[in-house]
């Protein structure tokens, strides 16, 4: 009884620090493009806006619930629920600081990576269920999307996993103690964040939700709480991005070595600065670039993207096995790719 309590407590700690960033990365959205259209944003509700998530929150809340007529009732309702609970999934394995982690899975990237992948599920029964044109080609499009940058975002890590010889996000973290792979992995890094912003269907990759042409993309039939689940998942699903990027690229929760007087800074502190740092990017790519055409979106992801992840890898592997510095869990993996 004791053990469940406490698990269960560790699972709340999570959750409910998540919720609330969610809620606030939304106002920060809002502020920061506010402040870059020289608009003075949300400034009503509370002290500067600051009530403003929860009175949206609240508003969507206790909106009615409309279920279209020709609509497949039970994936309707299940899907919206089955994203949000998959964007929830994959914290269990993220570390905060040393030690401050739910599951420390020896497999723990491969398992970030099955959750994410399982998110395509939530968005195409979403757009399937609607019995809607418009959310049917808003899922596909969404669908093949994460799909083809999975792939990508697959490689990458696959050439991280080399460098550390460890599945373990502690372990590489740990790896980065002398320097952070962003370094010498800059067009990795690089290719990854553009990657997680198509993944989570970003500016300026949105084009599953393109007003112009879609109204809403595969969401477009659902309102009050379906809606604010979509939302929910969306945003958890970007911090997420955001906590693998820090994680495989910046160290983690561990500070800069050149950053003597900061030192006294804990981990679980560095890993939430490093995490605001590209939540504003992800803020600042909306408000400053066009959206893709879809055309160039799947050029980005097959033709660029693909061969250039590829080429980086078997560079990456070849100076590894040249200068003797591979691990030999890394030969192991290297021999079954």
């Known amino acids: 009884m004791f053990y469940t309590l406490t698990i269960v407590l560790k699972i709340l700690s999570i959750v ?7 809620a606030y990365f939304t106002l920060a ?22 009530l403003q998530p929860l009175a949206d929150g609240f508003k969507l809340l206790i909106k009615e619930t ?21 964007s929830l999934l994959g914290w269990a ?21 099955a959750v994410s992948s399982l998110g395509v599920y939530g968005i195409i029964t979403a757009g399937w269920s609607s019995n809607s044109k418009y959310a ?3 899922a596909l499009r969404s669908a093949a999307q994460m799909v083809s940058y999975e792939v990508s975002l697959g490689v990458i890590i696959i050439t991280v996993l080399l460098c550390v ?39 300026p990759f949105d084009l599953p939700e393109a007003e112009a042409e879609l109204v809403a993309g595969y969401n477009v039939e659902y309102s009050a709480m379906g809606f604010a689940l979509f939302f929910l ?26 950053i003597i007087p900061f030192t006294w800074i804990p981990g679980p502190l560095w890993f939430g600065i490093k995490m605001c ?23 980005l992801g097959w033709k660029v993207f693909l061969p250039l992840s590829l080429g980086y890898l078997f560079l990456v592997a070849g100076i590894l096995i040249s200068f003797g510095w591979l691990p030999s869990e890394a030969g192991n993996m290297l021999a079954l790719i």
């Not at 809002?30 to 500067?48: D, E, L, W, Y």
């Not at 020709?70 to 998959?86: D, G, K, Q, R, S």
């Open 16 to 22: 409910l620090p998540l919720l609330i960033s969610v």
């Open 29 to 50: 959205e809002r502020k920061i493009m506010a402040s870059m259209q020289r608009r003075k944003g949300p400034n009503v509700i509370g002290t500067f806006g600051l």
């Open 66 to 86: 409309v279920i279209p007529s020709n609509a497949n009732t039970v994936v309707f309702i299940l899907a919206p629920i089955i994203t949000f609970l998959l």
């Open 93 to 113: 394995v993220i570390p905060f600081g040393e030690g401050l982690v739910l599951a420390d899975l020896n497999v723990g990237i491969m398992y970030l990576f």
């Open 136 to 138: 049917f080609l808003g």
């Open 165 to 203: 010889g460890s599945l373990n996000l502690s372990d590489i973290i740990i790896a980065q103690q002398s320097v952070w792979f962003c370094i010498p992995l800059a067009p990795m890094f690089i290719m990854f964040f553009i990657s997680a912003l198509a993944e989570t269907n970003r500016h």
């Open 233 to 258: 998942g969306e945003y958890a699903n970007m911090l997420l991005m955001s906590g693998m990027t820090v994680i495989l690229f910046l160290g983690g929760w561990l500070a800069p070595i050149s």
């Open 277 to 299: 740092i590209f939540v504003v990017l992800f803020i600042w790519a909306r408000a400053a670039f066009p959206r893709y055409r879809y055309d160039q979106l799947m050029r």
